[in-house]
């Protein structure tokens, strides 16, 4: 069973950065697309980065330049370093693993928020003042 934990959230101010972390365990599969996606209230959830075991990159247009997320093997963990935060970039954020049976439809943001497509962590709290 594969399991996800997130860290690093907290309460910053506009123009700061955070760096997100997600342990992943139970993932044996060595092909994988692993990302973050967030939920602001009142807003459709958002995939926002996502990161494929090819080490290709995708990112929504409004985390471009600001947003960078990697995978490290050897910890198993999904990195995402947020800078430049603005307040819009409030909310939960939550990492995602898409199921390895569902790989072969791509590995993109939105991909992490289809419909049981993924696993999902409990998330962490970010909050951007202005």
């Known amino acids: 069973q594969v399991t996800l934990v997130e860290s690093g959230g907290g309460s910053v101010q506009a123009g700061g950065s955070l760096t997100l972390s997600c342990e992943v365990s139970?993932?044996?599969?060595?092909?994988?697309?692993m990302g973050w996606f967030r939920q602001t209230p009142g807003k459709e959830r958002e995939g926002v980065a996502a990161v494929d075991s090819d080490g290709v990159t995708r990112y929504v247009d409004s985390v471009k330049g600001r947003f960078t997320i990697a995978h490290d093997s050897a910890a198993n963990r999904v990195i995402l370093q947020i800078d430049s935060l603005k307040p819009e970039d409030t909310g939960m954020y939550y990492c995602?693993?898409?199921?390895?049976?569902?790989?072969?439809?791509?590995?993109?943001?939105?991909?992490?928020?289809?419909?049981?497509?993924?696993?999902w962590g409990q998330g962490t709290q970010v909050t951007v003042s202005s």
């Open positions: 139970g993932y044996t599969n060595s092909l994988y697309c």
């Open positions: 995602a693993a898409i199921h390895p049976y569902g790989l072969y439809l791509g590995c993109t943001p939105s991909r992490l928020i289809s419909p049981g497509a993924s696993t």
